[in-house]
């Protein structure tokens, strides 16, 4: 069974940090993608970024470039979202999702729909 494990949320000041991590298991597939989308209250699910671990190829959405910096850790079968100088904008639900079909990525790894998997996700609060 596929499972996706988010930790790593909580309450920060602006500006601070964070780190999510997501452990995944369950599936031996070595070409694959993860990405972190996050989804505020009233707001639409929304992809932040994304790691191929075919080539390591990341992505970012234009609202944390600069900011948040996604690694993985193969070993560990676990993605990492770094996150710096968070702002109160940056509160929401953040989860992490499997895409076990990594195609075109490039333009369209923020299409939620293409996630196979998805986890619980973990608050993050950003407080001004």
């Known amino acids: 069974e596929v499972q996706l494990v988010e930790s790593g949320g909580g309450l920060v000041q602006a500006g601070g940090s964070l780190r999510l991590s997501c452990a995944a298991s369950?599936?031996?597939?070595?070409?694959?993608?993860i990405g972190w989308f996050r989804q505020a209250p009233g707001k639409e699910r929304e992809g932040v970024s994304c790691?191929?671990?075919?080539?390591?190829?990341?992505y970012y959405a234009d609202s944390v470039k600069g900011r948040f910096t996604i690694s993985s850790d193969n070993a560990r079968n676990t993605v990492y979202l770094q996150m710096n100088s968070l702002k109160p904008e940056d509160t929401a639900v953040y989860y992490c999702?499997?895409?076990?079909?990594?195609?075109?990525?490039?333009?369209?790894?923020?299409?939620?729909?293409?996630?196979?998997?998805w986890g619980q996700g973990t608050q993050v609060t950003v407080s001004s």
């Open positions: 369950g599936f031996s597939f070595d070409d694959y993608a």
């Open positions: 999702a499997l895409d076990l079909l990594p195609r075109a990525l490039g333009v369209a790894w923020s299409r939620a729909r293409r996630y196979d998997y």
């Open positions: 790691i191929s671990s075919s080539d390591g190829s990341t």
